[in-house]
């Protein structure tokens, strides 16, 4: 599975949107973008997925660049319940499974 | 409601003792995955399984041990030869349908002292 860069940390404002990044320039055709986050001492929470089309789900959107070699997860209007560490991964979907590996993510903190 | 279950919550262990995390899924998931978490640090990926009787080593497999018996459960055991056992445990799986998303259970924090 491709490897992914992202941020260490970012701020956001409450209410204003948040916009994570990730970098995957070693993604292959078949490899799906995953974000996923986790809330303090608990497991991770999938958020959405996507190939190369944009998509939006009642939680996030999610944009893929053209080249497919980054995306960004945008969250709308972050709350102060946004605040989690956030994983973009990248993997083969469906069929069988391969590994599963996350990188060390963003740790995003919402402010008043 | 379909889901992932580890158990116990919080294990405390004598240094020198095996002992063995429990995570059931019965959300029909061919894969499963087990993951370490230190403070303040990401997941690390100690052992898969994508079907029933095989598994793989992931990026940190030395002394622990997985057995998958069943599609629905792979215990984990964190050996006497596993150097630093203090860390929150984390199980997960995948089905094969898309969008294979991986499923998470609420985790085992263990403390050996």
């Known amino acids: 599975d491709a490897k992914t860069t992202q941020p260490t940390s970012m701020d956001c404002a409450e209410g204003r949107a948040a916009n994570l990044p990730c970098n995957h320039s070693?993604?292959?055709?078949?490899?799906?973008v995953y974000w996923y986050r986790q809330i303090h001492s608990q497991g991770p929470q999938y958020i959405i997925h996507?190939?190369?089309n944009n998509e939006t789900n009642e939680m996030a959107s999610l944009i893929i660049t053209e080249d497919r070699k980054s995306s960004t997860l945008i969250l709308p209007h972050a709350t102060l319940r946004d605040t989690a560490v956030y994983y973009c991964?990248?993997?083969?979907?469906?069929?069988?499974?391969?590994?599963?590996?996350f990188g060390t993510g963003t740790r995003l903190q919402v402010t008043l | 409601d379909g889901g992932i279950t580890q158990s116990p919550k919080y294990l405390f262990r004598k240094e020198g003792q095996n002992v063995t995390l429990s995570c059931e899924q019965n959300l029909n998931h061919d894969a499963m995955y087990w993951y370490r978490q230190d403070p303040g640090q990401g997941l690390r990926l100690i052992y898969y399984s994508q079907i029933v009787n095989d598994f793989q080593k992931g990026d940190i497999a030395e002394g622990y041990s997985v057995s998958r018996e069943k599609k629905e459960s792979f215990p984990l055991t964190v050996t006497s030869a596993q150097k630093n056992p203090t860390a929150f445990y984390l199980c997960?799986?995948?089905?094969?349908?898309?969008?294979?998303?991986?499923?998470f259970g609420q985790g085992t924090r263990l403390t050996v002292v």
């Open positions: 991964i990248v993997r083969v979907a469906g069929g069988t499974a391969s590994k599963l590996t």
């Open positions: 997960a799986s995948t089905g094969r349908a898309l969008p294979t998303e991986a499923f």
């Open positions: 996507g190939l190369k």
């Open positions: 070693t993604i292959s055709g078949n490899e799906y």
